[in-house]
Nanobody, 125 residues
Framework: QVQLVESGGGLVQAGGSLRLSCTASGRTFAMYGWFRQAPGKEREFVAAITWSSGDRYYAESVEGRFTISRDSAKKTVYLQMNSLSPEDTAVYYC????????????????????WGQGTQVTVSA
C-alpha cells in the first residue's frame, strides 16, 4: 500500500526556516507536489518537482524563499522554507502522481493521486 509520510513541521518565528520531508513507501512517482491549507481557505499549490529530471515549479508567493528537492536514494522529497512569515502558517501536504501531468495541471489538487496526512507549520510574528 502506498503511503506518503510527511515530517518537519513545527513552530518558528518570522524570518526563520523549516524543512519538510515527504517519504514515499512502496514506490516513487513521476511528480510530487507540496500544497498548503490555512484555516478557512482552500488548499493551494506551493511547489512541485518531477522525479526523473528534477524540474521544479513554484507558486509566486514562495518563489525565492522555498526550495523543493528530492533524494533518490531515500525516496524523499523536501521543501526547504526560508524567510517564513505568518502568512505561511498552514497545514502542509505532500502529494504524488504516477504520471507526469500535462500542461500546468500540477498546480491543481485533483491532479494528484496520493496525499500525506499533513504537517502543521506555524509562524509567529
Amino acid at each position: 500500500q502506498v503511503q506518503l509520510v510527511e515530517s518537519g513541521g513545527g513552530l518558528v518565528q518570522a524570518g526563520g526556516s523549516l524543512r519538510l520531508s515527504c517519504t514515499a513507501s512502496g514506490r516513487t512517482f513521476a511528480m510530487y507536489g507540496w500544497f498548503r491549507q490555512a484555516p478557512g481557505k482552500e488548499r493551494e499549490f506551493v511547489a512541485a518537482i518531477t522525479w526523473s529530471s528534477g524540474d521544479r515549479y513554484y507558486a509566486e508567493s514562495v518563489e525565492g524563499r522555498f526550495t523543493i528537492s528530492r533524494d533518490s536514494a531515500k525516496k524523499t522529497v523536501y521543501l526547504q522554507m526560508n524567510s517564513l512569515s505568518p502568512e505561511d502558517t498552514a497545514v502542509y501536504y505532500c502529494a504524488a502522481v504516477r504520471y507526469r501531468p500535462s500542461g500546468s495541471t500540477w498546480t491543481v489538487p485533483p491532479t494528484y493521486e496520493y496525499w500525506g496526512q499533513g504537517t502543521q507549520v506555524t509562524v509567529s510574528a
